[in-house]
């Protein structure tokens, strides 16, 4: 079945950097974009950033831009996204998210969800 | 960035009442609208996109209106397993944005 799937929790330190992994199957890996969305804990959706698979062509909000990165290993199927240095607001449920096709960038697959703790 | 507002941030309401949700842009957006359904703990699930294609599986109490700046989600018969929170989300521009969410429990 259609689906994408995370790697696991993980616990940083306020400064360090984090990689999280999205591995994708049941589908054609290059024909849909990835997102990534975070959610901190009570509160709302935000999106940060997204990667075409196809040719690794990525966008990020502005509120990201130079703490993150987006990379993907097309022989594997897997979207990795980098988070540089870490502060405890970034402590949140981080989830990748496949977008429904190139023109309707809604996400109808999305993965468990990676928890990312950031605590001295 | 367009802004998303959604309204009300929560509401009550009981097993067969008629809900509705809205979600105003700060800027045209034409139809690029998707509304998702969110329970705790669980990921966000995809009910419309195009602000009125329902998803495959959706029940079709769920619809969706709108375009431009105003939106709407309806529930035309709520159901115990419809209390969650719901978001709607622009994929008109980037960075793509999200309401701040509706949460809707049980009177």
């Known amino acids: 079945q259609v689906q994408v799937v995370q790697s696991g929790a993980e616990v940083k330190k306020p400064g360090a950097s984090v990689r999280v992994s999205c591995k994708s199957s049941g589908y054609t890996f290059t024909s849909y974009f990835i997102h990534w969305v975070r959610q901190a804990p009570g509160q709302g959706l935000e999106w940060m950033a997204m990667i075409d698979p196809s040719g690794g062509s990525t966008t990020y909000a502005q509120k990201f831009q130079g703490r993150v990165t987006m990379t993907r290993d097309t022989s594997t199927s897997t979207v990795y996204m980098e988070l540089s240095t870490l502060r405890s607001e970034d402590t949140a449920l981080y989830y990748c998210?496949?977008?429904?096709?190139?023109?309707?960038?809604?996400?109808?697959?999305w993965g468990q969800g990676t928890m990312v703790t950031v605590s001295s | 960035a367009v802004h998303l507002t959604q309204s009300p941030s929560s509401l009550s309401a009981s097993v067969g009442d008629r809900v509705t949700i809205t979600c105003r842009a700060s800027?045209?957006?034409?139809?690029?609208l998707a509304w998702y359904q969110q329970k705790p703990g669980k990921a966000p699930k995809l009910l419309m996109h195009d602000a009125s294609s329902l998803e495959s599986g959706v029940p079709s109490r769920f619809s969706g209106s709108g375009s431009g700046t105003d939106f709407t989600l309806t529930i035309s018969s709520l159901q115990p397993e419809d209390f969650a929170t719901y978001y709607c989300q622009q994929f008109n521009t980037y960075p793509l944005t999200f309401g701040g969410g509706t949460k809707v429990d049980i009177k």
């Open positions: 800027q045209d957006i034409s139809s690029a």
């Open positions: 998210a496949r977008a429904w096709s190139d023109l309707v960038q809604a996400f109808d697959i």
